[in-house]
């Protein structure tokens, strides 16, 4: 999957992906509340919500990585 279709299916499909890094459980998922969609995130004990799609993907929040770095080197899981 690259970082479009992963674009795609969290915010058209509503779902949500887990995956390990560095021994860490991590993952994203699309929060809908009154028509809004926000955005979720874990790296660990770790949370952070995002209101845009692309600061998700970009932001370095997995151990100093961002998704967009990480896409093709970690098996994601829909949730």
Same mark, same amino acid.
């Given at each position: 999957?690259? =970082? /479009?279709? $992963?674009?795609?299916?969290? =915010?058209? @499909?509503? %779902?949500? +992906?887990? *995956?390990?890094?560095?021994? /860490?459980? %991590?993952? !994203? @998922?699309? =929060?809908? @509340?009154? &028509?809004? *969609?926000?955005?979720?995130?874990?790296? &660990?004990?770790?949370?952070?919500? +995002?209101?845009? =799609?692309?600061? $998700? !993907?970009?932001?370095?929040? +997995?151990?100093?990585?961002?998704? !967009?770095?990480?896409?093709?080197?970690?098996? $994601?899981? *829909?949730?």
């Amino acid at each position: 999957m690259n =970082i /479009e279709q $992963l674009k795609f299916k969290i =915010i058209n @499909e509503g %779902c949500g +992906y887990t *995956f390990t890094y560095k021994g /860490e459980p %991590c993952g !994203m @998922e699309p =929060i809908v @509340e009154n &028509g809004v *969609f926000t955005f979720g995130a874990w790296s &660990g004990d770790k949370n952070k919500d +995002y209101t845009d =799609i692309d600061e $998700l !993907m970009t932001d370095k929040f +997995y151990s100093g990585k961002s998704l !967009m770095e990480l896409i093709d080197t970690v098996e $994601l899981d *829909f949730i």
